[in-house]
């Protein structure tokens, strides 16, 4: 079967991979000189099953309010007129209960946790490296009740069988020596042994590579796409800056952009840019740098150990597809490092960067057919996990579009689950 896969990030990279493994034909679209350009291209680096949770819990609501005053706060909401933002804003709300939340939750941890054995098995098949790491997850906590939220957390990593344990703060420093003379700001931590580090850019670049190399996948860059052409019930061409294009099938995976495309169609994608930051820096004292991630529960902030590299990444802005970098989320992203690993990284010399996750309301993506054409894909809306999910996502769409078994239950990943619940 001739495929296309729209989008050139880590989900739409990995898509191509695994529907080139599985026999297709597959080419790839992206409007950038290269893949992984956009939101792929430096993100907080955390290949995390363990700490996949949806935004919307119980509590978001009543922290959003309380955020709103603070100059610093992990979440802001621009106010604008912006429909799609509103309705998001309103399913996320719709979310926020403990019983959508396990639900939510336990899907994320599936296809997050099978992502990452996909991911462990494209290691060991193509030699891949991409500055990675395997030395696990500290969640930090600061307070007695972030660690009482977090039991409820860790009952759900027990019933999906996610490998964890609670540190004391003295526990923390052995395994983050790093942050042993700050052992003091912490009440506890989680550590999920099992979760893993790496460079997603060079990831998908390198994957990529071989995808065209190996596997025969063609790549056109710096071709816009502008339209899907589509009867009643199948997609017929897609129209791009580079004249039509055809194929058996289509898949849908330009990140944020995706509704955009979906729209005139009458498919009603949940998707909506939440924007976030990261910065890189060079390491300059080893001894006093992160040895893999730490997630600072407090400032929502990611600290991830890159080769030479620490990535501090993080917040989360509701303010449509605007890309201009904020000096206050570069002073929450500047105070979390500072607290944590101070003199271990040179922020005077951090790269600083912003992307739109692709986050839908319930924090789990869609992947599966797409509403009533036949040949039309998705694989989209991964939000603050796309590179944790990547694999197993484009595995799962794979199998699917094969008319393979999917390893992993996955029709309620679909979008169906916005339209019959
Ligand atoms: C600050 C930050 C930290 C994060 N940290 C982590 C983390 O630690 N772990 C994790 O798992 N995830 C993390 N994420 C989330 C992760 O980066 C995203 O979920 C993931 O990159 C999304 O990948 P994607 O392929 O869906 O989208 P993208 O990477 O955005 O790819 C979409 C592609 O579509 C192309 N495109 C869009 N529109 C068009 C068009 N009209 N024509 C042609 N091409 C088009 C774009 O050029 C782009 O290449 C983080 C995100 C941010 C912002």
Redesign the pocket.
Known sequence: MKVIV????????TTAWYLAKAGHEVTV????PA??????????????PGFSSPWAEPALPVKVLRWMASRHAPMVVRPRIDFAMMRWIEQLLANCNMHDYDINKSRMLRIAQYSRDCLDALRKDTGITYDDGQRGLIQLFRTQKQVDHAARDMALLDQAGIAHEFLSPDEIARNEPGLSENRHLFTGGLRLPGDETGD?HMF?QRLAQKAEQELGVTFHYE????ALDASATDIFGVR?SAGRMTADAYVV??????P??LRPLGVRLPVYP?????LTLPVTDAARAPLS?VCDSTHKV?I?RLGDRIRI???AELAGYNLRLSRDRRELLELSFSELFGASGDLSQGAY??????STPDGTPVIGPAGRFSNLWL????????????CGSGRVLSDRMSGKRTEIPCLDLSLDRYTTT
């Open positions: 729209l989008g050139a990030g880590v989900v739409g990279v679209v992206d409007r950038q893949a992984a350009m956009e939101t792929s291209f430096a993100n907080a680096g955390q290949i995390s997603c998908t071709t816009t796409i502008e791009t995976s330009m990140g944020s952009y995706s955009l495309l939440t924007k976030g930051y990261s991630t990611s991830t990444g993080g917040t960067w912003t992307g739109l996750r692709p694989n989209t809306g991964h939000g603050t996990l796309g590179w944790t999910m990547a």
